[in-house]
């Protein structure tokens, strides 16, 4: 296969909310507030950009939420999800719960580049106000495996990968499921003008470079111990 499923996460720790909480070792940090039925309040979105979207299989949203309110009235909450202007779904709650809204997202609605994801929290019917949160959004695409400036990382569905923009004369392949103790992979094999990446592992992390990925280092001082703590260097 020349894909691969890429998973882009986007979260920011901006709020505590320690009240919504009840577990003391849940994180209770959250990204936005919304407030249905208030402009500029009922609505957030976020930036998700693409590398050069594939076809194998659909792509998945995943959008964390936590309610923020409690009515008599049920459900509390109901949020709908758009990306790039087209609605994906929707979901609805009761409570001060969290909610996990999952969606599939046609890969019509993908471009490469950037991509707009969007929550919109609405009243249901009966409920005099509704507070709830954004806590994290998680998009699952099929990506072309085409590595830029030389390089690539890859989580492996342990099928071999046909990857291109790599030179195959001086290509690498590290597992680095272990940052801390990187293996190199020697299933690696040109294939005109793509690299064959066989005997991965499902799961793992990897990272695909060439000559033109790799960085050099530079030490000054003429290769004296006494010198490698100098500034210069």
């Known amino acids: 296969t020349d894909q691969y499923m890429e998973t882009l996460r986007v979260e920011s720790n901006r709020t505590a909310v320690m009240t919504l909480v009840l577990d003391p070792a849940e994180d209770y940090w959250v990204w ?56 994906v779904g929707e979901i609805s709650w009761e409570g001060r719960l969290p909610a996990l809204g999952e969606w599939t997202v046609p890969l019509t609605v993908l471009r490469a580049g950037t991509n707009i994801v969007e929550i919109q929290a609405y009243k249901p019917a009966g409920v005099a106000y509704s507070v709830l949160y954004l806590d994290a959004m998680e998009l699952d695409y099929p990506r072309r495996a085409t590595a830029t400036r030389g390089t690539l990382a890859v989580t492996s569905s342990g099928q071999a990968l046909q990857v291109s923009g790599l030179e195959a004369g001086s290509a690498l392949v590290l597992d680095v499921t272990e940052p801390f103790a990187p293996r190199r992979l020697e299933g690696v094999e040109a294939r005109g003008a793509q690299v064959l990446v066989s005997g991965t592992e499902a799961g793992h992390r990897y990272w695909l470079g060439d000559s033109n990925g790799f960085q050099a280092v530079t030490l000054n001082g003429g290769g004296s111990a006494g010198r490698l703590a100098n500034p210069s260097n």
């Open 32 to 87: 936005e507030q919304l407030i249905a039925g208030q402009a500029n309040a009922d609505r957030r979105s976020a930036n998700f950009v693409l590398a050069e979207p594939g076809s194998s299989r659909p792509a998945r949203l995943r959008i964390r939420m936590l309610g923020g309110s409690n009515t008599d009235a049920s459900p509390d909450h109901r949020v709908v999800a758009r990306v790039n202007g087209t609605e």
